[in-house]
Every structure is written in C-alpha cells, then in structure tokens.
C-alpha cells in the first residue's frame, strides 16, 4: 500500500502550517513534510544544486519544528516529518529532545528526514567543516538514538562526546522516529543501513537529466535492500520519495517500483494557489490508490 503526503518550505509569507495541516487531513494525506535552512550566507559561495538562482524560501522559513509541532497540535491523525533537517547545524542533545517532545506531544507521528547539506558556509556557521559533514551527521544521529532509548546513555566519538546523562521525555515510538536519509550516493545504501531506517531521495523529472545524469530509483531502491540484507537489519526498509509533481502515471511509475511512501510538492504561497493544488493532489492519490 502507498501512502501520500505533501512537503512545502514552511515560509513567513505562506499558508500558516496549522491550516495546511488541517487542510491535508482533511484531504485523506497521510503525512506533512517541512524542510528547514537556519539561514543562507549572503555569499552565496555555495552552488545551488536545484539550478542557478536559489529561491527565497531557503531563508525564509520557520524552524521546522516550531511549525510542525503546530501542525501536529491541529490535526489528529497527520503524520509531521522533516523533509530534511540538518543534522550538522544541530547540536545532538538539543535535537533528541526537540524530536522526542515532538513525538510526544504528536502521540508517535513523527518521521525524521536528515540530511547533511550542500552549503558549506552555512555549515560553517554552525562549527562543522564540508568535508566532515557525513562524519558529524552520523555520530548526531547514533547519539540521539542512545538518548531516546537509555537511561543514562553516554557517547564518545570523534565528533559528539558526553558521559552518561538523563533526558526525557523518550520517543512514544520505540526506538525513536523513523530516520529516512535524504540522499543519493553510492555510499548512502551503506549509511541507511548502518544507522537509519530508509531511504528519502528528492523527485527527479525523468525527461530532464542532470548533469550527473539521471537517479536510478529502481536500482536505489535494491541497493538499499542488499545493504539492508548485508548488515544483518530485520523488517524493511521505508522508501518514500519527495517533490513529486501532479502526475498521476508518474505516481504509478514510482509506486510499482516500490516506494511506500510518495510527497507531493507544494509552493510556499497563501492559500488560494496551495489549496486547490492540494485538491488536485488529493485526487491523484485517491486514483492511483484505488486502483484506478
């Protein structure tokens, strides 16, 4: 069975996230995404890997946190997840505890995307070297798992290091949130497997190639569960898949080729352009879910 959800960058001019919540319930949508940029270095040394100008929502966003913990306090059902946050520009301690009271107060509905970023000035801010960034983001995520699940857990790496503390509230979903990787390399199939529980890529338009080329998705979704295999981890792997436009035979393409789990992609805009494009995803979903 596929699920559908939306992702929008939860900005300061757009649809407020506790109607957008209620909206998407009301819709049938299983789950509501938000990405997150603490800032954008006025430099603007870094590339934008989505194109040539980067868009203003990338500064203009609330704390994904804030906004889904007041997405999750108007809906009942509405599974709020971060689509993706960055783990290197978080401390680990503060992260645990803003995720496990997220998925307390939401009653267990919590999904966590992670990522490790593309602009290094941005990181740098926040004390972490580009060249560390998949290092520092493992070591936050292994540490935050101890934390949810031990009473005194303690970490020593090379990158987070604490003697044993206590923190509560712990997760209401045992173990922590699902942790979904929000990445495409040939190393991310290792990585899921090692410390996260699937695999979150971005949409790719398949008539567009990049310059890398075009994103195998049916072969991601392999690797995944080779490495998955390799290391031993009982259950399955989540796959979902962000930024999905409104295509219903595309939709179709991605859930035949094993994503549970398909985001549609909203503008950050007021709510007469976001809600009737939510309808007309609404729909899709409700084709391409019964079938027809």
């Known amino acids: 069975m596929t699920d559908f959800g939306v992702l929008m960058f939860p900005t300061d001019y ?3 996230p506790m109607l957008l919540a209620r909206a998407a319930e009301e819709r049938g949508f299983e789950s509501l995404f938000f990405p997150e940029h603490t800032h954008i270095p006025a430099s603007r040394r870094s590339p934008w890997p989505g194109g040539a100008e980067l868009p203003r929502e990338y500064w203009r966003s609330h704390d994904p946190f804030v906004a889904l913990t007041a997405a999750a306090a108007a809906t ?7 689509g993706i ?3 290197t520009e978080r401390d680990p301690i503060l992260m645990a505890k803003q995720v496990a009271s997220l998925d307390t ?3 267990g509905r919590v999904l966590l995307g992670v990522g490790a970023g593309w602009n290094a000035e941005e990181m740098e801010n926040h004390g972490v070297a580009f060249e560390t960034r998949w ?3 493992r070591e936050r995520i292994l540490a935050m798992r101890r934390i949810w699940t031990e009473e005194a857990p303690e970490f020593h790496g090379d990158f987070v290091d604490f003697e044993p503390l206590w923190s509560w509230p712990k997760p209401v979903q045992p ?4 942790v979904l990787m929000g990445a ?16 979150f890529p971005i949409h790719q338009d398949p008539h567009r190639a990049t310059a890398q080329g075009a994103l195998d998705y049916a072969l991601g979704i392999r690797s995944v569960r080779s490495a998955w295999t390799d290391a031993g981890r009982d259950g399955e792997p989540d796959f979902s898949i962000f930024g999905v436009g409104p295509d219903a035979d595309r939709v179709r393409e991605l859930a035949a080729m094993g994503f549970n789990r398909i985001i549609f992609a909203l503008p950050p805009a007021d709510p007469d352009t976001v809600l009737p494009l939510l309808d007309r995803y609404a729909a899709i979903a409700y084709e391409v879910g019964s079938g027809g």
Do not use: F, H, M, N
Not at 76 to 82: N, Q, S, Y
Not at 175 to 178: A, D, E, L, M, V
Not at 186 to 196: H, N, V
């Open 14 to 16: 757009a649809i407020q």
């Open 76 to 82: 009942a059902d509405l599974k709020v997840g971060t």
């Open 85 to 87: 946050t960055l783990v």
């Open 105 to 107: 107060i939401s009653q």
């Open 135 to 137: 290092k520092v983001l």
């Open 175 to 178: 173990g922590g949130p699902k």
């Open 184 to 199: 495409s390399s040939r190393w991310t199939w290792a990585r899921i497997a090692e410390y996260c529980d699937g695999w």
